[in-house]
């Protein structure tokens, strides 16, 4: 490949790259967003879902009830998988197939160690490329790639929950 080619494959690579960027900034352009209610929660997670092209890991980090699953229900939505209401509590990962995108929805909270999840094939659901979500990644921080999205969800109130992206920038 020549060199003329080359600049313009990494510049095509870096405008997608910021078009990308600018998408999420988007959404967070005020910074954390307070949601109010679950279903608030579930249309953040439509309006990420909307906006995903493939391959991105996002690391869903909040304490028990903070809203993980709901949020991650919304992503489903908006990537329009159908059974989004499937919650992976009871086995490690749920893979969605059906959507606009693959996506497999993670939970770590019931992982014994690292080693299981390398048992269940991690290492092969990223060099996939598909959407990885996955709740309580702080669990396994060493298992998540560097390019991760982070979304941390706090309590604010019974009803109130604090949403902030953290993308490592
Ligand atoms: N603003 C809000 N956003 C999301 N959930 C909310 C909100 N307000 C109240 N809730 C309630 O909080 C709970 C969130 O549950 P959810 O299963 O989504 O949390 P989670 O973070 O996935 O928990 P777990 O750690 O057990 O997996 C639900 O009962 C929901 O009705
Ligand atoms: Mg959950």
């Given at each position: 490949m020549r060199v003329t080619e080359l600049t313009i494959q990494s510049d095509n690579k870096q405008a997608k790259f910021h078009s990308i960027m600018q998408k999420w900034h988007?959404?967070?352009?005020?910074?954390?967003?307070?949601?109010?209610?679950?279903e608030e929660m579930k249309q953040l997670g439509r309006e990420i879902g909307k906006i995903l092209h493939g391959g991105e890991v996002l690391g869903l980090v909040g304490n028990l009830g903070a809203g993980k699953t709901h949020l991650t229900q919304g992503i489903m939505e908006g990537l329009e998988v159908g059974d989004s209401a499937a919650s992976p509590t009871f086995s490690l990962v749920h893979e969605h197939t059906d959507g606009r995108l693959p996506v497999c929805h993670f939970d770590f909270y019931r992982l014994k160690d690292e080693s299981e999840l390398y048992g269940i094939g991690w290492d092969d659901y990223l060099d996939r490329g598909d959407i990885l979500v996955v709740e309580w990644a702080n669990l396994c921080p060493n298992a998540m790639p560097h390019d991760t999205k982070w979304v941390l969800i706090e309590h604010q109130g019974p009803t109130m929950r604090l949403v902030t992206l953290d993308m490592g920038e």
């Open positions: 988007k959404i967070f352009k005020n910074g954390p967003i307070l949601t109010h209610s679950p």
